[in-house]
C-alpha cells in the first residue's frame, strides 16, 4: 500500500509517524512534507494542493489512499476531485467540509438540528450599521468571528468595549481577513474549560480517538495572542465519562445524523471545539480534520493499525475493524520561533534533536523546519513539538518538558504551563473508544 499524506505541519508528521508503524509496512510519501516527514516517509514537492498536481502524484506513485492534513484543500473540494478518479480519500468533500469552511454554515446547521452552542447573529460585511447596532446592543463580552477560514486567527474574543471596537475594525477594513470576513458572526461569550474530541467517521459508522486540550495563546496563563496552538494533552479529564454521555447524545451523534440528512454524510475526523459550560458541553467550533497539536497528542494513544483505521474509513468499512487505544497519557509541548504569532526569523540551525528522541517514550514532531543536507533549519513560526507519554499527565509533562530542554535554536520560545489545568482533576482515564453508527434518515 502506498499512502500520501498532503501537507506540511506538525499534524501532517504525527499522521506520516502513525502510518510508518503499521503492520501492512506501507510506502508513504507526504506532500511536501517537513525534515521530520522525510526520516518515516519520502516528501514529495508540492507547490499548492490544487486537484491537477495532486492526483499527478497519484499516478505517478501508485497512490492507494490519500490522507489530506490540512483544511484548506477539504473545502476546495480535493477530496471530491480524488474520489471521482476513483481514489481512496481520509477527509470530508467539500459539502460537509463547510462545517469548518463557513462559520455561516455551521451555526445555522447547530440551530437546525438543535447542536448546543452560543447564541449568534450572522451579518454581511456591507450591513456595517446593522452588525454595529447588535453588537452595541449586546455589550461585551462577546465574540467576533470571520466566517470563512483564517488561519486559526479569525475568532476575536472581546471583554471590553474597546476590544469590540478594535475587532471591528479588524473585520471590516478588509485588510486582515479579506475574503474570509465578508460574512461575519458575532457570538455570545461563553465560560468554561474547553475540549477537543476527534470523531472518526466513514459516513455511517463512527470511533472517538482520545480526548485532548489544545492551548491556543502564546503566553502562560493563556495570555496574549491566539496562536495555531501551543500545546496539548489527551485525555482531557474534564471529559469525564457523564460528559462524554452528554457530548455524544447532544453533539456528535446529531452532528454525524444532521450532515448525513442534509446529504454530507462525513467521511474523515469530525473535530469539534467544545466549551464544558455549567449547561453542559456546547460547540465551539467545528473543524474537517485533526488538531494541530493535538494531533501529536492524541495519534501515540492509538494502539491499532492507524493505516487500517484511515484505509477502513475511506472505504467506509470502519464497522469492520477495532480500534484500541492506550490508556496512558500524553503530552506534547511546542517550541516556535521567538516573535511568533507576528513576525520570526527563519533558517536558523536546529540542535539537540537526537538526544530529545532518545528520551523514553518520547517523540519530536517536526513543523516549520527544512533539511539542510544533515543540518535542521527553522522555516515557519510552530517549528516543532515534543509529544511524551507516560502512565499520568505529570509524567508525561515532565518527559515533554525534559525533551524541551534539549532542543535548542536562537529565540526558541514555549510556554511553561501547559497541561496544568488537567492536573487540576482527577485522571480517569477510559481505555476503550466510544463508537456508534449514523441513524437513517427518517
Ligand atoms: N489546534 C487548533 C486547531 O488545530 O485548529
Redesign the pocket.
Known amino acids: 500500500m502506498n499512502a500520501l499524506i498532503i501537507g506540511s505541519g506538525g499534524?501532517e508528521h504525527a499522521l506520516a509517524w502513525a502510518l510508518s508503524r503499521s503492520p501492512q509496512k506501507p510506502s508513504i510519501f507526504v506532500a511536501p512534507g517537513n525534515a521530520g516527514t522525510q526520516q518515516v516517509a519520502t516528501n514529495l514537492e508540492l507547490d499548492a494542493p490544487d486537484p491537477d498536481a495532486v492526483q499527478a502524484l497519484v499516478e505517478a506513485h501508485g497512490i492507494g489512499l490519500v490522507v489530506i492534513g490540512p483544511e484548506q484543500p477539504l473545502v476546495s473540494g480535493l477530496a471530491n476531485r480524488l474520489r471521482e478518479v476513483g481514489v481512496a480519500v481520509f477527509g470530508p468533500g467539500k459539502g460537509a467540509a463547510q462545517i469548518e469552511g463557513s462559520k455561516a454554515f455551521s451555526k445555522a446547521f447547530m440551530e437546525r438540528h438543535n447542536i448546543p452552542t452560543a447564541a449568534y447573529r450572522t451579518f454581511r460585511r456591507q450591513d456595517e450599521a446593522a452588525l454595529r447596532a447588535y453588537v452595541k446592543e449586546q455589550g461585551a463580552p462577546l465574540v467576533l468571528k470571520a466566517s470563512g477560514l483564517a488561519a486559526?486567527k479569525g475568532a476575536i474574543v472581546c471583554m471590553n468595549r474597546r476590544e469590540i471596537e478594535d475587532g471591528l475594525s479588524q473585520l471590516l477594513s478588509g485588510d486582515q481577513f479579506d475574503q474570509a470576513a465578508e460574512e461575519i458572526v458575532v457570538e455570545a461569550f461563553m465560560e468554561g474549560e474547553e475540549a477537543s474530541l476527534f470523531v472518526v467517521a466513514d459516513g455511517t459508522s463512527w470511533v472517538m480517538l482520545p480526548t485532548a486540550q489544545?492551548h491556543?495563546r502564546i503566553g502562560d496563563d493563556d495570555t496574549g495572542p491566539n496562536t495555531?496552538?501551543m500545546g496539548?494533552y489527551a485525555p482531557a479529564p474534564v471529559m469525564t465519562p457523564d460528559m462524554m454521555d452528554l457530548a455524544t447524545e447532544r453533539i456528535v451523534q446529531p452532528t454525524l445524523d444532521g450532515l448525513a440528512a442534509e446529504g454530507m454524510p462525513y467521511n474523515g475526523v469530525l473535530?469539534v471545539g467544545l466549551m464544558i459550560t455549567p449547561d453542559g458541553p456546547k460547540v465551539v467550533e467545528y473543524?474537517c480534520r485533526?488538531?494541530?497539536?493535538?494531533a501529536q497528542a492524541v495519534l501515540p494513544l492509538v494502539t491499532s493499525d492507524v493505516l487500517e483505521l484511515l484505509l477502513a474509513t475511506a472505504e467506509g468499512r470502519l464497522s469492520e475493524i477495532d480500534v484500541t487505544v492506550s490508556n496512558m497519557a500524553s503530552a506534547c509541548v511546542v517550541m516556535a520561533s521567538g516573535g511568533y504569532p507576528g513576525a520570526y526569523s527563519k533558517g536558523l540551525p536546529v540542535s539537540g534533536l537526537d538526544m530529545a528522541t532518545q528520551l523514553p517514550n518520547t517523540l519530536v514532531f517536526h513543523a516549520g523546519t527544512v533539511g539542510v543536507g544533515s543540518l535542521v533549519r527553522t522555516s515557519g513560526g510552530r517549528v516543532l513539538a515534543v509529544s511524551a507519554q507516560a502512565s499520568g499527565l505529570q509524567g508525561a509533562l515532565a518527559r515533554a518538558y525534559t525533551g524541551i530542554s534539549l532542543i535548542h535554536f536562537d529565540g526558541a520560545y514555549h510556554r511553561t504551563d501547559i497541561g496544568r489545568k488537567g492536573l487540576l482533576h482527577d485522571m480517569s482515564l477510559a481505555a476503550a473508544p466510544r463508537s456508534g453508527s449514523t441513524r437513517p434518515s427518517e
Open positions: 499534524r486559526g489544545d491556543k495555531g496552538g496539548a473535530y473543524n485533526f488538531g494541530d497539536p493535538e
